[in-house]
Structures are given as structure tokens and as C-alpha cells.
């Protein structure tokens, strides 16, 4: 209990001190890079000061100068810490609009160009998902939790499909992301911290280029297997129907 009061105090405190950084750094040098590489600081002191080591594994099969979507499954608030802060790229979260309300922190991560996305209201969503599209064209990559939202016993849910439609559109590989260990750490309905080692792997790139949005359901469902095949049988989740593969896939996928 006292660790984890230990962890809020300085939650709070390392959100005050980085976000206002993170805004100073936005405005003096015009560059979301330098901001995003504020927050990446801010997310590896909330996991140092909670005793949580990650484990990341798989880097080596993706091109760090390329643009992707990276697709990961979503177990606890400690997954954000994870890939902010040792996910070794420069990436922009495409998070729910309520993120951006919250007093410094909103404006941290509007001064890192982070996108927000107002899921209860679909044309401003799929602006929000053309906008992050744009990005990824650009250079820029952007990750993306497509089961939506974290799951209530660790396990891995069916995902949605606005993600899914990002990278279609942006025409750039999606990369299936497999985070084990954070729903022990702390579980949504949680409170107490329990430090323990989360292990990241970064799966091998799914190619989209060629892919129409009539081939969504075949990439959600082979995303989903990708991030499946690399957790723990408890975080697997239930098995869900294979969707075939489209014919020009046979050769472009790997």
C-alpha cells in the first residue's frame, strides 16, 4: 500500500514537472520530436519509480527509419509507460479525446502532436483516423490499441476496426505489438501497484500496401493472431474464426 502511494505521489508530480516541460520544450524548439522524446522521459521515470522492468523483445524486425502502425493489445495504464518509454522510434499515440481535457497533460501531448479521437462521434472519428494516416505517410509512426480499450481480466478481446482502417489508408506496414505482464501490475479496476517485468515483443510487419478496406476483416484477424501467438496461454484470449486471406496477400504477406 505504501508503495503504492508512493507511486500516485509521483505520478502526479512527474506529470506536473514533464508535461510542463514537454510544452516549454513544443513551443522554444517547434518540434514534436523533441517533445515526444520529453514524455518518453517522463514514462521511464514512472516506471522506475514503480520498480517495473520491461523486457522488449523483436526490434530487430522492424526498420527503426521506417513509419508504421504498431497495433498492441491492452492489459493496464502500465502499457502506455511501456511503449512510451522503451519503444525505440518516434511514434504518435492516437488516444480518446478525453486524454487531451486533463489539465498539463492535455497540452503535453497536443505540444507531441499526438492524436485525439472522439469515439462517440464517427465523422469526427475518421477525421481523427485520416489525420493519423497522413502522419504515418509523412514519416511519422503512430500506435494504436485496437481492442479499444484495457481489458477487464488481462486477456485479449476482439479488436475494432477504426485502427485498422489507419493503416490501410496510410498504405504502411502494421506491426502486431504483444505486452504480457502490466494487467499483474495493475488491473483497471485496480489500485495497488504490484512491480513486476513486462515483456514487449515486437512482432514481424503485416504489409498493407495493396490491401482495400474490403480486406479489414483478414487483417484485424491476422493482427489479432500475431499478438496472440506471442502471449502467455492465460492473456490469449478467446480463439476467433479465421477470415480468408486475400489472393494477392499470398505472396506480399509474410
Known sequence: MLR???????LFLFTIFFGTSTICVAILTRSSNAAHLVGRLWA???????????RLDGVDN???RQAYVFAANHQSQFDIFALLGCLPVQFRWLAKQELFRIPILGSAMRGADYIPIDRSNRKEAFRSIDQAAARVRQGTSVVIFPEGTRSLDGSLKSFKKGGFYLAIKSGRPIVPVSISGTFLILPKKGFRIRPSVVSVQVGQP???EGITVDDRNWLISEVRRRIQENLPPGERGEPEPMVNRPTFADTRAS
Not at 4 to 10: C, E, P, R, T, W
Not at 44 to 54: N, T
Open 4 to 10: 503504492s502511494l508512493f507511486f500516485y505521489i509521483i
Open 44 to 54: 521511464r521515470s514512472i516506471l522506475f519509480a514503480s520498480g517495473v522492468r520491461v
Open 62 to 64: 522492424i526498420d527503426l
Open 206 to 208: 503485416v504489409p498493407t
